[in-house]
T-cell receptor, first 114, second 110 residues
Framework: DTEVTQTPKHLVMGMTNKKSLKCEQH?????MYWYKQKAKKPPELMFV???????INESVPSRFSPECPNSSLLNLHLHALQPEDSALYLC?????????????FGEGSRLTVL | GEDVEQSLFLSVREGDSSVINCTYT??????LYWYKQEPGAGLQLLTY?????DMKQDQRLTVLLNKKDKHLSLRIADTQTGDSAIYFC??????????FGKGTTLSVSS
């Protein structure tokens, strides 16, 4: 299994809603990442978990809350988002820690905030 | 921090070669990656080169690295319509996260 699976593929939420994005991999990778991608822009790193510990937080607003329940799962909890948070949210994983740039990406969750 | 520049758009005809260029600023980058993103999809690692190499060939893909000028290029031979996508250059320095260039949109016409 060489896949990173993200759910849901599409999510529409209001600014007062609470929702979560989920990411799963069964490749035994020990680093997992959240990236945010706006249209016609490169992915921007949000968070990195290495060996289930948060190792990088790129000054992301607290309305985004990551969680890594175990080495195979990564969640992104969303609360009180703004319309400008609408984007494609990409999850990725890498073998070992974060020293490698060989990332495996999921297909993304497209989020629309109304 | 790292600054990565790419030309935004490239248009070629099917069967021609495509060359996508990238410049970066962090001379401590040890690995330099090329990722491909097809419409509506995530990113896929295409190839990479170690910083002590000048060239790497992988089937239709050739990566050239000029470390002195911090210039990286990706050549796709015999470009096909299925190669139409956005290509991201991503240098990686030790202890830092992967940073993507702005991406080059490759359009292949038949």
């Amino acid at each position: 299994d060489t896949e990173v699976t993200q759910t849901p593929k599409h999510l529409v939420m209001g600014m007062t809603n609470k929702k979560s994005l989920k990411c799963e991999q069964h490749m035994g990778h020990r680093a997992m990442y959240w990236y945010k991608q706006k249209a016609k822009k490169p992915p921007e790193l949000m968070f990195v978990y290495s060996y289930e510990k948060l190792s990088i937080n790129e000054s992301v607003p607290s309305r985004f809350s990551p969680e890594c329940p175990n080495s195979s799962l990564l969640n992104l909890h969303l609360h009180a988002l703004q319309p400008e948070d609408s984007a494609l949210y990409l999850c990725a994983s890498s073998q070992g820690g974060t020293d490698t740039g060989e990332l495996f990406f999921g297909e993304g969750s497209r989020l629309t905030v109304l | 921090g790292e600054d990565v520049e790419q030309s935004l758009f490239l248009s070629v005809r099917e069967g021609d070669s495509s060359v996508i260029n990238c410049t970066y600023t962090d001379s401590s980058s040890t690995y330099l990656y090329w990722y491909k993103q097809e419409p509506g999809a995530g990113l896929q690692l295409l190839t990479y080169i170690f910083s002590n190499m000048d060239m790497k060939q992988d089937q239709r893909l050739t990566v050239l690295l000029n470390k002195k000028d911090k210039h990286l290029s990706l050549r796709i031979a015999d470009t096909q319509t299925g190669d139409s996508a956005i290509y991201f250059c991503a240098p990686k320095a030790p202890g830092t996260a992967l940073i993507f260039g702005k991406g080059t949109t490759l359009s292949v016409s038949s």
